[in-house]
């Protein structure tokens, strides 16, 4: 009596198996591990809802109106950009824009800015912390 061999079985893939390792730790230390410290609860933040806001010292104020003003005093395109070329940020010109003006009119002015000579131009804006 002849013996026959087994038939071969196929093995499978052991990549398989460390993929869903990898996933279950992956799963794990984002449940387990914080991405920043959080806040101890004795710690309340300062309130900053009556704070008046101010422009950044020399920086360009653009009103709602599309005027400019620096430093109190009205101002023309030209003028903004040679005084934020003496000022400390050189050639980078701050611009502080009121929350009523256009987006059309916040970039054209950015433009005009660029085209007197400003080779960029910051937009600075206000950042809140919400809870």
Do not use: C
């Amino acid at each position: 009596m002849a013996l026959t061999k087994p038939a071969r079985r196929a093995q499978s893939e052991p990549t398989i198996a460390l993929i869903n390792i990898v996933f279950l730790m992956l799963v794990f230390f984002m449940i387990a591990g914080a991405l920043a410290p959080t806040l101890d609860d004795e710690t309340s933040l300062i309130e900053t809802a009556e704070l008046e806001g101010r422009a950044p010292p020399d920086t360009v104020v653009l009103r709602a109106d599309g005027t400019l003003f620096l430093r109190g005093a009205e101002v023309t395109i030209d003028q903004a950009v040679e005084a934020s070329l003496d000022g400390p940020n050189g050639a980078d010109l701050r611009l502080v824009a009121d929350r009523a003006v256009s987006a059309r009119t916040l970039m054209s002015r950015v433009a005009e800015l660029r085209e007197a000579g400003a080779e960029s131009v910051w937009l600075v804006t206000e950042r809140g912390l919400e809870q």
